[in-house]
């Protein structure tokens, strides 16, 4: 089976550093995704991460580590239009096909 | 590209009633999604589809059927609604790497 864990809520300040944790029990690990859902929206593809390590892309970086099967975001540099709920997901083999099993999501709060 | 997209976007049934929500992607991805997105409980797949004529079950199949009779279109069916099938519902497809790509969604409330 599957189990992520993230935090429900964070608040950050506009134009400071945000972390957001993800901690994972899988079986059949490929890599794990960060996406971004904006209220009412559909979720958006941020970043992903197979390797041990840190991907950065802009303001926002993405951390893997497999063996302690942990994940963390990190936005930099806050904007107001970061107010969004983040979704770690890990993909896995299914029946035929890989498959995502996300997070319930973390939802960030921007203020000035 | 219009990418994903879904019809409708908001649908209000009674108890009982049937609909079927459709999901188009113009990318030629080999694999569709359905998932549900409810208050607290994140994405859940619902069903899914490797390739044209396929399907299969993901996490919360009951209650819901799908099709894939063409490879650009993915049917995902209510036969008899119940409230507790209220929630956000999304299409996704994927290509040949790992990244999926999410439609606007539908939501649905059942009375």
């Known amino acids: 089976g599957q189990n992520i864990d993230q935090p429900t809520e964070m608040t950050a300040t506009e134009g400071a550093i945000v972390q957001i944790n993800c901690t994972y029990q899988t079986s059949g690990f490929n890599g794990l995704f960060w996406y971004q859902q904006h209220a009412g929206e559909a979720p958006t593809f941020l970043s992903y991460?197979?390797?041990?390590g840190l991907e950065e892309k802009g303001r926002f970086s993405s951390f893997l580590s497999r063996s302690k099967g942990y994940s963390y975001l990190l936005l930099k540099e806050l904007q107001m239009k970061d107010s969004a709920s983040y979704l770690c997901a890990v993909a896995y083999l299914g029946a035929g096909s890989y498959q995502l099993t996300f997070g319930k999501g973390t939802k960030l709060s921007v203020i000035p | 590209n219009a990418g994903v997209t879904q019809t409708p976007k908001f649908r209000v049934l009674k108890t009982g009633q049937s609909m079927t929500l459709l999901c188009a992607q113009d990318m030629n991805h080999e694999y569709m999604y359905w998932y549900r997105q409810d208050p607290g409980m994140g994405l859940r797949l619902i069903h899914y589809s490797v390739g044209e004529g396929t399907t299969a079950k993901g996490e919360v199949p009951d209650g819901y059927n799908v099709s894939r009779l063409k490879k650009q279109n993915f049917l995902l069916g209510l036969e008899s609604a119940a409230p507790s099938q209220t929630s956000v519902y999304f299409c996704?497809?994927?290509?040949?790497?790992?990244?999926?790509?999410f439609g606007p969604g539908t939501r649905l409330t059942v009375t």
């Open positions: 996704a497809s994927r290509g040949q790497g790992y990244e999926q790509y």
């Open positions: 991460n197979v390797l041990d």
